[in-house]
């Protein structure tokens, strides 16, 4: 592949679900919550209504601010998305959120 591969992703969402702050072998802060998105985009000239819910997980000092933030709270998410071991469907990987 001779192009520049580029995995990046800005999403506004809500928190919906949030989990314990854990910790991983190495001892990095670790959390995982679960986003819901709502929104109208234009699509082929339509509007349309788009909602989505997507798995994220954050490490580092990321996760240790996001452990600290409410239920419902609305946020800007920057990441990047992987696939886990045998999981069939993307998780957001948090790197930074305001």
């Excluded at 990047?80 to 305001?98: C, D, M, R, S």
């Amino acid at each position: 592949m001779n192009a520049v591969a580029v995995n990046s992703l800005v999403l506004t969402a809500c928190v919906a679900e949030i989990g314990a702050l854990r910790y991983t072998p190495a001892g990095l802060p670790a959390i995982d919550l679960r986003l819901e998105h709502e929104s109208t985009v234009i699509e082929a000239a339509q509007a349309r209504q788009v909602k989505a819910a997507l798995k994220a997980v954050a490490f580092g000092t990321v996760a240790e601010r996001l452990a600290g933030q409410s239920m419902g709270s609305l946020w800007e998410f920057r990441g990047f998305l992987a696939t886990p071991g045998t999981a069939k469907h993307p998780v957001l990987h948090i790197q930074e959120f305001n």
